[in-house]
């Protein structure tokens, strides 16, 4: 599929290991152009609904309405098209393609309607600007994304200079996971989602799972943001007063600073590419694209923070074991489901990336569908209905099936008629607009679907025609009605197949309509382009030849040429190339539509490492003669793909490659020039000792980035013995936890057990041991308490080598919950909490240096009654 949506990937187990997966490395045969295709046969829908064919328009992206019932549409090149009056008008009413880049995920990809646009005329668009005269990725200065606003006129036309940008300079780092789209609430407030920039802000060999720019509050990646129309920032905002915030989409620069942006509404989000408001109401749903594992649906909640890069879904990133409840601070999917293979009956199978999504509004089709949320997969080509029941359960069906790759890129509810359907785009059959009505007890329309061959020739030309992927959703025979175009008569068949005699030389267009039993007629006829007396063009790619195999990074140039039986060799200016990055059953656009020939290209970088085996760049070049007949070819460019053998000193460990673990040894496989973002954890050896990197075999970092040579290679990580630790608080007559040390309260000292522990006082007669059955484990059902009269502000030291060290600790009471947990480590804020009648217990992971010798806790700023149970302590 044509994407510009995800750089996401799934599970590919089986091509990690042979290289058999790799793709036929050309398919340079002639395809049919766009004007010659054939019509898509139906979706499957449900009974008392239909699917049909708004308007063609190429890439569309986005859809509003206007209050008189204008259509807008967005396409990625940049244009906006309006469907008025049944049809399509001719003229773009504003194309921005001047001022866009449209590489990669890029180009205008949103659209919301002023709320009071009777009065104002104002429209709002979300696009990628070229700001830097550039479209080169992962540079310091990349292009941005902005949101403006724009006055439509009713005479259908948006004068450029009536543009005011509102939001600004939100870096398009890589080119890929922009978000994009736009919506007023009923407040007012104008709501907009953006993605993670794909690579990490700062850091361009940090990408997909390892980019952690969504983590940060300072930039405005990975985000839900809300405005006023005029771009000002709400002050209810959730950082709007918080110390040192910035505007950072301020139109006139960046302010200097690092503090939060006050734009920020929600964060945490990987590329929120499409979200819905419930009509009426503040409620919005947000469909974040997952990368590894899972597609989800997030409930729009004021500062939220909804996990991205630590969590997908409702797990640990790149999981599907380590689940459950969210860390603290971070907020589960309303509803999430798992890439490809799913269990058997799931309507997920095959499904790996969530576009689309709206609300039905009440009084729109059948009363079960009132506030039901739609969203769409653009992978597997289903839209999904689900709805929420008494005490928010959550029910998921499928609803529409069968539209194929490419497809349902946006939905949205708009007025048919007197009534409304759903409309959607799609990038299938060269771009298209639908929508699907809701028919009642109806008879539904057939729809017609047509091919031919040949479709070219010298005269007299015989073309044998075809509508057998015609279809009716009620079942219904189909009469086929045909129409060849050059002025003969029409023709009416009971079967699907007929042919044709062109005598008279010209391009002719051939239509084919199909009537059911009970009369009704297909909404749309089918069209193809014949061409007598002309033959196609026949373009030949000299260049990148099929033998390259290229590294990442690499420049390319796309050279070509085309000859034609009328028109002889064809010029440069009837030249078009293409360029797509493959990944499985889906594709990202790495060229839009460039004419001329020797084009400059760069060749990419996988989108992760389980891609580094499916990915391979496409490109495709189009030659169309004087009569407008187009032919293309396409040729597939493969990477240079090397191993890098993997190891570490004990071997069996655990090492960190771009975000995915592996067990040494292993090998690798990369391409050349890919970076590999390589680390080494501390952890426990097959002896159950604690072991700490102490060098690479390439002198890197612990984490550093493997720039992939031209040949195999090999890389190792070399341990030590690493300082560990486990203690848990506890009376001196409690047993003791498995794997864990006692401290009983004693002031600090060696306790002979091989580490030096304790209190700066004794505390002994303020440990506890509860015995209760509500304490989830042992080490949760003893404590410490660090405030008592006898010793207000304990403390507590445990002797360490000096250096990092990944502390865990815990601190709550099965039995009572009057307390205010706050504990510092090093000085700084490790934990807080406050304990409820359904949360007893608060547990944290923290990094802290320790330069003295002694690893200190103490209380936090806040803390009544503060109590600690356990303390893990991991050397890094």
Same mark, same amino acid.
């Given at each position: 599929?044509?994407?510009?949506?995800?750089?996401?990937?799934?599970?590919?187990?089986?091509?990690? !290991?042979?290289?058999?997966?790799?793709?036929?490395?050309?398919?340079?045969?002639?395809?049919?152009?766009?004007?010659?295709?054939?019509?898509?046969? *139906?979706?499957?829908?449900?009974?008392?609904?239909?699917?049909?064919?708004? @308007?063609?328009?190429?890439?569309?992206?986005?859809?509003?309405?206007?209050?008189?019932?204008?259509?807008?549409?967005?396409?990625?090149?940049?244009?906006?098209?309006?469907?008025?009056?049944?049809?399509?008008?001719?003229?773009?009413?504003?194309?921005?393609?001047?001022?866009?880049?449209?590489?990669?995920?890029?180009?205008?990809?949103?659209?919301?309607?002023?709320?009071?646009?009777?009065?104002?005329?104002?429209? %709002? !668009?979300?696009?990628?600007?070229?700001?830097?005269?550039?479209?080169?990725?992962?540079?310091?200065?990349?292009?941005?994304?902005?949101?403006?606003?724009?006055t439509l006129s009713t005479g259908n036309v948006v004068n450029p200079a009536s543009e005011l940008v509102v939001l600004d300079n939100i870096p398009s780092t890589a080119g890929n996971h922009n978000g994009g789209d736009l919506h007023f609430g009923a407040d007012g407030l104008l709501y907009v989602s953006v993605g993670d920039g794909g690579c990490q802000l700062g850091d361009p060999s940090r990408c997909a799972g390892q980019n952690t720019t969504a983590r940060r509050l300072d930039v405005l990646l990975g985000k839900m943001l809300r405005i006023r129309k005029d771009g000002t920032i709400p002050t209810d905002n959730p950082w709007y007063a918080a110390s040192g915030s910035r505007r950072c989409g301020n139109p006139t620069g960046v302010p200097t600073g690092t503090g939060p942006c006050q734009e920020n509404y929600a964060t945490g989000l990987r590329n929120p590419f499409?979200?819905?408001?419930?009509?009426?109401?503040?409620?919005?749903?947000?469909?974040?694209?997952?990368?590894?594992?899972?597609?989800?649906?997030?409930?729009?909640?004021?500062?939220?923070?909804?996990?991205?890069?630590?969590?997908?879904?409702?797990?640990?990133?790149?999981?599907?074991?380590?689940?459950? /409840?969210?860390? *603290?601070?971070?907020?589960?999917?309303?509803?999430?489901?798992?890439?490809?293979?799913?269990?058997?009956?799931?309507?997920?199978?095959?499904?790996?990336?969530?576009?689309?999504?709206?609300?039905?509004?009440?009084?729109?089709?059948?009363?079960?569908?009132?506030?039901?949320?739609?969203f769409s997969d653009y992978v597997c080509g289903k839209v999904f209905k689900l709805t929420r029941g008494s005490g928010g359960a959550v029910t998921v069906d499928a609803f529409a099936t069968g539209l194929g790759g490419s497809s349902a890129v946006t939905l949205r509810f708009g007025p048919a008629g007197t009534g409304q359907s759903l409309y959607y785009t799609t990038y299938a059959g060269g771009g298209e607009v639908r929508r699907i009505d809701f028919t009642g007890t109806r008879n539904r329309a057939p729809t017609a679907a047509l091919s031919a061959s040949p479709t070219a020739g010298a005269t007299p030309l015989t073309v044998n025609f075809n509508g057998g992927a015609s279809s009716d959703p009620d079942g219904d025979a189909l009469t086929y009605v045909w129409n060849f175009g050059d002025g003969s008569a029409g023709v009416e068949t009971t079967t699907a197949t007929t042919s044709h005699v062109y005598t008279a030389s010209g391009a002719f267009t051939a239509s084919l309509s199909v009537r059911d039993a009970r009369g009704a007629t297909s909404a749309q006829a089918a069209t193809l382009r014949i061409d007598a007396g002309n033959t196609?063009?026949?373009?030949?790619? @000299?260049?990148?030849?099929?033998?390259?195999?290229?590294?990442?990074?690499?420049?390319?140039?796309?050279?070509?040429?085309?000859?034609? &039986?009328?028109?002889?060799?064809?010029?440069?200016?009837?030249?078009?190339?293409?360029? !797509?990055?493959?990944?499985?059953?889906?594709?990202?656009?790495?060229?839009?539509?460039?004419?001329?020939?020797?084009?400059?290209?760069? *060749?990419?970088?996988?989108e992760d490492l389980p891609a580094v085996l499916t990915n391979f760049v496409e490109v495709q070049l189009t030659a169309t003669d004087s009569q407008g007949r187009t032919t293309t070819v396409t040729r597939n460019l493969l990477p240079h793909i090397v191993d890098v053998a993997l190891d570490s000193v004990p071997s069996g460990l655990t090492l960190e490659v771009n975000g995915t673990s592996f067990t040494t040894p292993t090998v690798i496989k990369s391409w050349e020039r890919y970076t590999l973002n390589v680390a080494a954890p501390s952890q426990t050896d097959s002896s159950g000792v604690w072991k700490v990197w102490a060098s690479w075999s390439d002198g890197g970092a612990l984490a550093h980035g493997y720039l992939t040579p031209a040949s195999n290679?090999?890389?190792?990580?070399? %341990?030590?013995?690493?300082?560990?630790?486990?203690?848990?608080?506890?009376?001196?007559?409690?047993?003791?936890?498995?794997?864990?040390?006692?401290?009983?309260?004693?002031?600090?000292?060696?306790?002979?057990?091989?580490?030096?522990?304790?209190?700066?006082?004794?505390?002994?007669?303020?440990?506890?041991?509860?015995?209760?059955?509500?304490?989830?484990?042992?080490?949760?059902?003893?404590?410490?308490?660090?405030?008592?009269?006898?010793?207000?502000?304990?403390?507590?030291?445990?002797?360490?080598?000096?250096?990092? %060290?990944?502390?865990?600790?815990? /601190?709550?009471?099965?039995?009572?919950?009057?307390?205010?947990?706050?504990?510092?480590?090093?000085?700084?804020?490790?934990?807080?909490?406050?304990? @409820?009648?359904?949360?007893?217990?608060?547990?944290?992971?923290?990094?802290?240096?320790?330069?003295?010798?002694?690893?200190? !806790?103490?209380?936090?700023?806040? &803390?009544?009654?503060?109590?600690?149970?356990?303390?893990?302590?991991?050397?890094?």
């Open positions: 599929m044509t994407s510009w949506i995800r750089g996401f990937a799934w599970l590919v187990p089986l091509c990690l !290991l042979a290289v058999a997966c790799e793709p036929e490395p050309s398919l340079e045969a002639a395809e049919a152009p766009s004007e010659v295709g054939t019509t898509s046969a *139906a979706i499957t829908l449900p009974p008392s609904y239909a699917d049909a064919l708004v @308007t063609a328009v190429s890439q569309p992206t986005a859809l509003a309405f206007t209050p008189d019932g204008r259509l807008l549409i967005t396409t990625q090149g940049g244009q906006l098209r309006v469907f008025a009056g049944g049809v399509l008008v001719a003229t773009p009413a504003l194309n921005l393609a001047a001022r866009l880049c449209t590489n990669s995920e890029r180009g205008l990809l949103g659209i919301a309607v002023d709320p009071d646009f009777s009065s104002t005329g104002h429209l %709002y !668009l979300y696009y990628t600007f070229n700001k830097f005269n550039t479209c080169t990725t992962n540079i310091t200065n990349v292009a941005v994304n902005r949101v403006s606003r724009f499409r979200f819905a408001f419930q009509p009426g109401t503040n409620t919005f749903f947000i469909n974040d694209v997952g990368q590894g594992v899972w597609e989800e649906i997030d409930e729009g909640i004021k500062g939220a923070d909804y996990g991205w890069n630590t969590r997908e879904g409702h797990c640990a990133n790149n999981s599907t074991t380590s689940c459950g /409840a969210p860390p *603290a601070g971070m907020t589960n999917p309303l509803f999430d489901y798992k890439h490809g293979t799913n269990p058997t009956g799931s309507p997920f199978q095959g499904c790996n990336s969530i576009t689309g999504g709206t609300f039905a509004p009440p009084g729109a089709w059948a009363s079960s569908d009132d506030n039901a949320y739609f196609a063009p026949v373009p030949v790619i @000299t260049g990148p030849l099929e033998s390259l195999r290229f590294y990442a990074g690499q420049p390319l140039v796309l050279t070509g040429s085309a000859t034609d &039986a009328e028109d002889g060799t064809l010029p440069a200016t009837q030249l078009t190339w293409r360029a !797509l990055l493959h990944h499985n059953e889906h594709t990202h656009p790495l060229l839009a539509a460039t004419n001329g020939n020797n084009i400059p290209l760069t *060749a990419p970088q996988p290679s090999s890389l190792s990580a070399t %341990y030590q013995n690493g300082f560990a630790a486990r203690v848990d608080f506890l009376p001196a007559t409690s047993a003791v936890p498995s794997g864990y040390v006692a401290d009983t309260g004693l002031t600090f000292g060696d306790r002979g057990n091989g580490l030096s522990y304790g209190w700066n006082t004794d505390n002994s007669t303020q440990t506890r041991a509860r015995g209760s059955a509500a304490s989830p484990d042992a080490r949760y059902d003893t404590f410490t308490h660090l405030q008592k009269t006898e010793n207000p502000n304990a403390v507590w030291e445990l002797a360490v080598p000096s250096g990092q %060290y990944r502390v865990t600790i815990a /601190a709550g009471d099965p039995d009572h919950v009057d307390s205010v947990f706050s504990l510092a480590l090093e000085g700084q804020p490790a934990l807080s909490g406050t304990p @409820t009648a359904t949360t007893h217990f608060f547990t944290t992971t923290t990094t802290v240096n320790v330069s003295d010798g002694r690893l200190t !806790l103490t209380n936090g700023s806040g &803390a009544a009654n503060n109590k600690v149970n356990f303390v893990d302590v991991e050397q890094q």
